[in-house]
């Protein structure tokens, strides 16, 4: 009984940090973090209530979790660019330990909403409220007919033209700024796929789905405003789009003027970016421990007893094993001189200055502040 009050106290404790740091991200506009924050708080208060088994699992999905964030943030400050999708492994396993719904990209994906699609060159359509319902209504069962041919046959070009033609008819009746922005989009989204810029994956399937439901509600007569999760959804793809489009000569110049208009094409990491940065957690985690190995080792050895050498030599080697893995070129050479002062004292044992004994125990501190931040 004792040892589960403990850990519920620490799970207390913990989840009172991250709230704290959570509402500093949100007073600083980090709604990126601020949506990692929320999962990994929740997975916090399902271990306490007991919804989520506290097994070994779980516990190291919350610490790479708090590792990414930390991680995350130091990078922000270092001068990174706020790609919030860069957390989106640790962010999605998260979500799995809670048994919660698959993750979307887009959940990360914060693109600036601020912005809008270049201006028409003519006004709106203005129809009377009976011929705008009667429109709209044709409009959707336009887009209902294309959809359930693609739905059927990916490959069906014109299925896609009947929908992207019921889209823009639409955007050509909107007046508020964030509904055209959604329908402009749509259309940018659909003629990506027209164009191969997008393979018809079950993500934009459900997300066509999503726009005959607006279409829907359109033509109901209700008054709809587009969610922004839906509106960064669209963003998102669009984004992917220019990723994998077939060049400029083939791909869609509507989605290439979307990206322009919304400045996507710099939204995303690049390929060249570390994938997914919470499996440096557990790297920093073994080379800390391999530190301290060879710290006690160490001591023991400057305090006189010889046969700590062979042991500190080995966790020397551990250490400079653990820092090349991790990727970190600078502590890579600290470690690797460690390990070779460790070999040349075991290869030939001899008196050790009190000096030279300073500067082993020196750059073995270095190292540990290295691994823990």
Not at 139 to 163: I, K, N, P, T
């Amino acid at each position: 009984y004792g040892g589960r009050y403990e850990a519920q106290a620490e799970l207390k404790a913990c989840e009172a940090h991250l709230h704290q740091a959570s509402g500093a991200v949100q007073i600083v506009g980090l709604e990126g973090v601020t949506r990692f924050f929320e999962q990994a708080e929740a997975l916090l208060a399902d271990l306490q209530t007991g919804r989520v088994s506290g097994d070994a699992t779980t516990v190291q999905v919350l610490e790479r979790a708090i590792g990414t964030i930390g991680k995350y943030l130091a990078d922000l400050l270092d001068g990174a660019a706020d790609q919030p999708l860069r957390m989106f492994p640790a962010y999605r396993a998260l979500l799995e330990a809670r048994g919660a719904r698959s993750a979307s990209e887009a959940d990360l994906y914060f693109p600036d909403l601020s912005l809008a699609p270049p201006s028409r060159d003519h006004p709106a359509l203005r129809l009377p409220q009976k011929e705008s319902e009667a429109f709209l209504r044709t409009q959707r069962l336009r887009y209902q007919r294309g959809f359930v041919r693609w739905l059927r046959d990916s490959e069906d070009r014109s299925a896609l033209g009947e929908m992207l033609a019921a889209v823009d008819a639409v955007e050509e009746t909107q007046n508020l700024p964030a509904q055209r922005a959604f329908w402009w989009t749509a259309g940018a989204l659909i003629d990506a796929l027209a164009h191969d810029d997008l393979a018809p994956e079950p993500a934009l399937r459900q997300i066509a789905a999503r726009v005959e439901q607006q279409l829907r509600r359109l033509a109901d007569g209700a008054s709809v405003s587009v969610a922004e999760q839906l509106q960064r959804e669209v963003l998102y793809w669009l984004a992917c789009s220019g990723k994998t489009g077939a060049g400029p000569e083939r791909s869609s110049a509507r989605a290439r003027t979307a990206r322009q208009a919304y400045r996507l094409d710099a939204s995303l990491p690049s390929d060249t970016a570390e994938p997914d940065i919470s499996q440096r957690v557990p790297m920093a985690l073994a080379l800390r421990e391999a530190i301290g190995h060879a710290k006690e080792a160490w001591n023991k050895y400057v305090a006189g007893i010889d046969s700590a050498l062979a042991a500190f030599s080995q966790h020397a080697s551990a250490v400079a094993e653990c820092a090349w893995r991790l990727g970190n070129l600078e502590l890579g050479k600290l470690t690797r001189e460690i390990a070779r002062v460790a070999a040349e004292l075991e290869a030939a044992p001899r008196g050790l200055s009190a000096a030279a004994a300073l500067e082993v125990a020196t750059a073995l501190l270095v190292a540990e502040s290295s691994a823990e931040n």
